[in-house]
C-alpha cells in the first residue's frame, strides 16, 4: 500500500489517535495475523533424554516439593515461545520427580493432565481418592477437577512425563485451582485402581454407571495391554491382514470407553511402535504434538532436519510442521497433541507424503 | 357414545362403506389401539432348559442343517403372538444346535445377531472371513450385513442363544437377505479371532480405524472378561464403593467401543450377577426384555406370579410388565433387551419400586 | 430339505413338541420370515379424495364427537394388513372431520401426532394451553405426551389429515394415554400461536430456551412460509443455482430447530412441488410413506402400476416399492414417512433409477 | 518454598542450566500459571462510538481499502493484551469503513468472520459468488474457508462491526489464507441473497442439502426478524407467558439452522432487549464477550465499575468478570462471545448474582 508523501503527517497522527483510542488497523499487519497457512512462533525442537534427567535428579536433591510449588516438574520451555514453560502454544509436557518417601499434596484444577511413566515405579497417585499404582509405560489420567496427590512408598525415586493443557487454558483464562490436603487421602498401595477394576474390561461397562463422559473414566491404561495391542497388530499385518497403521507402523489411541473418543477433551494420546527399518510417511497438521521416544532409537526428520533420537527424548512438533520417523531399531514412541481441539471447533486439516 | 335408535341403518352403512373404501374409523377403537399403558399381546413366559435341551437335541438327529434351513434354530414362540417364532414383538430368541462336524452355511441378513454360549465348544462362526471360537459364557456378535456361518470342528454337539431382531425387522420391513457359500470361507480355528487381535485392549483403539460404528467391532466378548468384571463390582461393594447396580448386584452392559453405546443399533445385552440371597427391585421398563439363567438358581416374581428357575432356564419379559428376581444361590444371568430402539426414539420409560 | 421317509413320524411328532412348548423352528420359515429384500404385507394403494370426503361428512352427521371415541378420525385401513386402522404398519393417516361448534376433547399420548390441513379454517387446536389456529396448508405439530384438544368457533365443519405413529407404538408396546378436560383449556383464538411468537422466527432462537429437544416446539408451519420456500427453490432453479431436489422438482423438510433434524423422532414430514410436466426419479427406499395430493394433478406410478392422482387424493407407499410421479399440472404434494426410524436404528437404504 | 542459604549458589546454577536445555521449573510460577481462578490480561473495556466512528471516517479519508491490506478494519486492542489488535485473547472486534464505490477484494481464510451493521446501507458482501445485502442491525456470517469481497454501490461510506476469532486461530496456529479476485466476482445487487431463498423460512430445509454442517448456512440473518422476535418476547411476557430471559430482559441466539446449535463453531451471537428500566442479573462466565449498543442507552456494571453506554459503544468483558446492565432507554444490544469453544471442551462455567 503507497501513501502520498504529503499525507504522511496526516497519517501518522491517524496512528497515533489509534494507539491512544486502543485501536489497531488490520491493514498493517494482516500478512502476520493471518498469513497463508500457520507459521508458529514455537519451533521443532528435540530435548534429550541425557540432558532432561540429570537436571530432575539435581532438582531432586536441592528442591522441595509441597505446598506452594506443588510438584516438582521441570516443563520443556519451547525457544521460540519467550522463555515461557510452554512446549507449544496449548501444550505443558514435564518430567516430574519424587523422591524416596516425598509427598505431592493433593490439589484439583480445570486444567487436564495425565503421567506417562518414564523410569521406575513405587509411586502411587491418588485420584479423588482412589491410589493408582504407576509403573514404566503406564498411561495415567487426571481429568480437570478430580482431586490427585502422588506419594512414592519407596526408597527409590521416580521419573514421568507430565502433560496437560495448562498453555491452552491460561490463554483462554478457563482455569480455576483449589488445594487439597497437604497429604494424599488415601495411603493405600493397592496393585489395581478401583477405576480400573470398574472399567477395564475390554468392551464391558458397568450397568451402574450408563451415559457418556468428558473424559475418560480409566485412570491407569497398563503398559501390558499396551504392549500387546501393538504386537498383536504386526502380527495381523505378518499375516495379510489391515491392521497397522501404514507399513511396519503399529498404533493405538488411548480412548474415552463412554464415547469411544479422546482420553480428554482437549488432548490425544497415543502409542506407535515402528517395526526395525520401518519409515513413516512425511506427515503434517494443524496442532501440535509431542512425541516421547520409549524404547529404541531412530530418526526423526522435523521440518526437513534429520536428528538421530534415542529413549527417553522427546520431539515437539509444531503445528503445520512436518515430520518423517524412521526405525534404526525397534521403535517405541508415546505421542500427545491437541487435535480434539481443532477436530471440534472445525479446523482440522492435515497432508501427507508417503514418498 | 350413545347413537340415536332410528339412525342404526344409516350408521350401519356408513360403516359399510367404510369398509369397502379400505378405511376404519378411530373411536370404535382408540381403547384397544391406544390404551392407558402398554397392553402387550405377547404374555410373560418362561422356557425351561430341561424341555429346550432334549428338543434341541432331536432336532439334531431328525432335521439336517444346510442351505435353505440355514439354521437348526428353534425360537421362542410367546403364546400370546399367535405361534409366530417370536419371544417378543421385536426379539427373536432361539436354541441353535450345530451337531459334531456340521456346518451352517454362509450368509447374511439386515438384521443384527448375536450368540450366547449355553454349552460347550468347539464351533467356530466365521464373521466376514474372521473365525471366532465360541465357547461356553461368550458373547459373539454378527451385526446386520456381516456374512457367517458357524462349523463343527468336534465330535460333541454344541448349542448356543441366538438373539435377532427378526421380528422388528419383519414388522418395519427393512430385511434383506444374501446366500453366500455353503462351507465356511475360513477353516483356520484360532483361539482369539482377529477382531479381538485389533480390538479387545481395554481403552486403546487402532489408530487405522476411527471414527464411530453403529455396531460393535468386538466379535466376541470373552466369558473370562465378564465374569472379573463382576466378581470385581462385588469385591468393589464389600469394601464400601460404588459399583453394583444394587446391593448385592453386579451388573456390565456389554458395549461398542466406538461410540459408548449399546454392541448394535437394536440389542442392548447385559451380564448380571447377584449374591446368594441378594433380591433386585421390582421394575418394568417400555420394551421387552429375555433373561437367560446362566448358572444357579432363583425365584423371577414376573408379572405377579413367582415361578422357581434354574441354569438354562429363559425368563420373556413383555413391555411394561413387573419383574424381580431373588437369588437362591449365586445367581449369574444373561439378558438381552430391545431397549436401544425406544431411548432412540424417545419412546422409553421406566419405574421401580424397591420396597 | 428332504426329510427321509421312515422318520416323517418322529419328524411329525418333533414337531408336535415344539408346539406343545412354544417353539418354533426356524428351518420351516426362513424364506417368509428373512425374505431377499422387504416384503411388505401392506399393498400400495391409492384412495380417492372423492370417496374420502363425502364419508367424512356423512360421519360428521351420524357420529357425535366425544369423550370415549376422542376424535372423529376415519383411518386408512391398508387392503393388505386385515382391515387394522393402519396405512402402513408403522403409520396412521386419517381424515379428521370437526363439524360447526364441535369441540374434540383434550387428551395425551406417547404417539407422535401432526395435522395437515387440507380444506377450510376456523379450528383451533390447543396444545398444552396454546391455541394454534389451523388453516388450509398449515402443517401443525402434536409431538408425544403433549396435551391437546380441538374445538371449531365457526359454523362450518373443517377437514385434516392426521397423521401418527400409532401402528408403530401399538406394535412396540411403549403407549401411554391420559384423558384431559372435556372442553379445551384455552378458548382464545389467536391468529399466531405463542409457539410460533417464540420459535418462528428463522435462524433465532430464544436464549430462554437452550439446548436440543426431541421434537420440534414449532406447534404450526404456516402455509405462507411453505408455498415461498419451494417458489424460491424454483426460481433459484430458472437462474441456474443448485437448489432444488431434481429438476423441476422443489422440496422442503419440516424440521426441527433445536437440532436441524426430523419433526419428530419418528416421523418425517416434508412438501413438495413439481412444475408442470416435470418427472421424478423412480424411487425406493425401506420404509413406507404417504403422499397427499395438495392441489394440482398428475401421474403415480407405483410399483409399476399408473394411476391419475388428483386434489386430495392420498398415495400409500409401502417399504421398497418403486414410485414416480409426473405432474400434468403445477402439482403440489405433502408427504409424510417413518424414515427416522430406519436412520437412526441403521435400517435404512434407498435406491433410485432417474432414466 | 524455603531454600537453605549454603545451597543458593547450586540452586542459582540449576536454574541457569535449565535456562540453557530450555527448560522452565513449575515450582517458580505455579500461581500465575494456574491462579485459582481465571486471571485474564485482558481487562475490561468500553470504546465509545464517538471516538470510534471519526477515526473510521479519517481512514477512509487517509488510506485506501485493496489487495495486501485488505480491509479497511480498525481493531479493538485491548490494553492489557500489549497493542495487539485483539479485544479478547480469543476474539477480533473491529470497526470495518467502506467508502463510496470502494471493492474489498476477495479473499478466504480458515477465521470465521461476522459483520454485524451498525450505519447505513449500500454496500453487497459476495460470500462465495453470492451477494448479500447489509443494512443497520443485519447480522451476516462468513463461515471459515468461504470466499468473500465486499463493493459499496452507493456514493455514501457504510460502516459496520467486523467479528472473528483471529486471536484464537492465531494462537493455536491454524490459519490458511487465499487471496481471491481484485474486484467481486458477482456484480448484482438482489435485495435477498441466494443463501435467504434456500434458507431462511422458518423451519423449513431444503430437502436438497440433508445434513448437519458445522457452520450456518444462513448469509443473512436480517434486523426485521430479530426485531420481531424480541417484541414477540415482550409481548409474551406481558401476558404471563415464559419467554424473555429474565424480567424485562428479551433474548435471541442467532443459530445454525442444520444443528440447532451456534452459528459458527468458535463464535456466539446473540441479540437483547431490555425495557426502559429493567435491569439483568450480575452473570459472569468462562469466556469473554463483546456487547455492542445497537440502539438506546444504559448503565454496564463491569467488574465493579460503572460505565453511561450509548448507542455504539462497545462493551469488551474478559473471562470471568461480572457484568450488570440496566436500561434507562429501551436497549438494545447485539453481543458475541466464544463460549461454543468453552462448551465443547468441557471448559465452560457461569454463576449469577440476581440480587
Redesign the interface.
Known sequence: ?T?DTH?DA??RQ?YD???A??????????GD????????Q?VP?I?KWS??YP?AQ??GE?????R????????????GLG???YAT??LWA?IQYLGPREVAPEHR???NAFRFVVEGEGVWTVVDGDPVAMRRGDFLLTP?WNFHGHHNVTDSPMTWLDGLD?P???????????FGPEEVTNEATPNVS?SE????????????Q?G?R???P?AA?RWG??D??LD??L??EDEG?????EPGHA??????????GDVM??IRA?F?RLREGAVTATRRE???SIWHVFDGSGTAVLDGVEHVVNRGDLIVV???KPLRVAADSRLDLFRFS?T???E????Y?TEEDSR
Open positions: 500500500m501513501i499525507e496526516r497519517l491517524l489517535d489509534f494507539a483510542a486502543g485501536l489497531n488497523p488490520l491493514w498493517t499487519q494482516v495475523l493471518m498469513p497463508m497457512s500457520p507459521s508458529p514455537a525442537h530435548w540432558t532432561l537436571l539435581r532438582s536441592l528442591v522441595p516439593v509441597g506452594g510449588g506443588e510438584r516438582r516438574a521441570i516443563a520443556l520451555a519451547n525457544p522463555g515461557r514453560p502454544p496449548t514435564a484444577h480445570s486444567q480437570g495448562i491452552f487454558v491460561h490463554y483462554t483464562d478457563a482455569g480455576f485451582f483449589e478401583r477394576r470398574l472399567w477395564v474390561h475390554p468392551g464391558l461397562r458397568p450397568v451402574s450408563p457418556p468428558p473424559s475418560s480409566i491404561y495391554h499396551t500387546r495391542a498383536d497388530q502380527a495381523l491382514h489391515p491392521a497397522t497403521a498404533a493405538v489411541r488411548y480412548s474415552n470407553p463412554t464415547t469411544g477433551p482437549t497415543e506407535h494443524v496442532g501440535s509444531p503445528s503445520w491437541d480434539p481441539i481443532y471440534q471447533l472445525n479446523l486439516r
